[in-house]
Nanobody
């Protein structure tokens, strides 16, 4: 079983950058499709970005397109989310999620299809 753990959250000002990490342990997640989601206060959890096992395929939600960049290092069993030009509306708990895709390039956008979740990391952006 793969365990996921996010890190890198914190309190920043609008316009700043943060890089979140999602480290997998237990076994390799190198063949997993991965995703980042977020839950803002009082709102439902929403999709942020998905990345295929190879990193070749990515899909960003419109609110973060052009500001966030997802990447992965399968040798380190880690997925990253670089968040630039942060806005107060980016304030949320950020979660990474994974699903075994056995080398398929399919992106997984639906949170219900993910089988592994981290505990989340808080990102707070002040204005």
């Amino acid at each position: 079983q793969v365990q996921l753990a996010e890190s890198g959250g914190g309190l920043v000002q609008a316009g700043d950058s943060l890089r979140l990490s999602c480290a997998a342990s237990g076994r390799t997640a190198s063949t997993y499709a991965m995703g980042w989601f977020r839950r803002a206060p009082g709102k439902e959890r929403e999709f942020v970005v998905g990345i295929s096992w190879s990193g070749a395929s990515k899909y960003y939600a419109d609110p973060v397109k052009g500001r966030f960049t997802v990447s992965r290092d399968n040798a380190k069993n880690t997925v990253y989310l670089l968040m630039n030009s942060l806005k107060p509306e980016d304030t949320a708990v950020y979660y990474c999620a994974g699903r075994e895709e056995y080398y398929s390039e399919e992106l997984v956008l639906d949170e219900l299809r993910y089988t592994n979740w981290g505990q989340g990391t808080q990102v707070t952006v002040s204005s």
